[in-house]
């Protein structure tokens, strides 16, 4: 298995250097261990996804777990489903620290399996490449993944855009697609210190009509944050730190201490085995 070309959709394979299809398109391989099968890059400069500050942030934090009895639940609910020697793709992987909670999980409970990884960000892929969870990393667009038809057992995405067509495509019949999303209230106390006006989350849920939940779960826990660096990590993981004023922005920067709401949802969703479009009816 593994990844297959942007362009012609044949697979890949590694001759040591490079990932070649058998038209002869080539892509290297980075230091990190990833291959960039993003077809559109953008004008010099141009960044996709997160950037290094935000994804050091995210390990730096993730790291202390924080976040633990979500990364468990999600890691729990994974291996129980998994199949042996499936194949596993987490999709907006972000530097790693969930996939690799899912392959310890994975090891634990015996089962082998191909771990595949792909973001859009290169620089949360060279963190991700250091974890040695994965078996291959790409930089990719979850609206355009470099896998073929029906060649993933499970796809998991974790607070990262979801596209279900796409999704639908790679996932084998009975195939499974874990997603994490945030609750309405995570996070509200943090939103609360730094703003005038906090809002509570929206809890939109992707309105799949292919896909279908068989499971949902609520982890809810409140974390203490003693140390001003565990609080600035937090804020610059977030979409928040772009869209906070210089004196909000300072608001946080005097924080202490913080004691907030760590809210997650947890829903499993299933590819029917037989599924005829209604157009086709
Ligand atoms: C909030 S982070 C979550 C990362 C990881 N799943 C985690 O929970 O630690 C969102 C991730 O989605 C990635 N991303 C944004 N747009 C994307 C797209 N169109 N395709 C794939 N990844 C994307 C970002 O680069 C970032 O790594
Ligand atoms: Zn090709």
Redesign the pocket.
Known sequence: MGFCCPVCNEALTFDGKSFVCPNRHCYDRSKSGYVNLLLSQSKKGAR???DKR??SA?RAF?EKDFYLPFAEAAAKLAAFYFPQNGVFL??????????QKVAVALAKSGKNGEILG????K??LNAAGKRGSFDALAV????RLPLSDESCDMV??????V?EEELFRVLKPEGLFLL?VPLRRHLFSLKAAVYAHPYENEEALPAFSRLHLIQKKEIKSRIVLEDPTNIQNLFL???YYYKTGREDQQKLQALTFLETEAEFGLFLYQKPKDFLESSLL
């Not at 987490?90 to 996939?99: A, L, N, P, Q, S």
């Not at 792909?118 to 960000?121: K, L, N, V």
């Open positions: 996709h996804g997160d935000m994804v995210r993730l987490d999709c907006g992987c972000g530097e790693g620290y969930y996939t792909i973001d859009i960000s620089d949360a990719a667009s979850a609206y998991m995405t974790l607070f990262a855009p596209c994490g993981m977030t979409p």
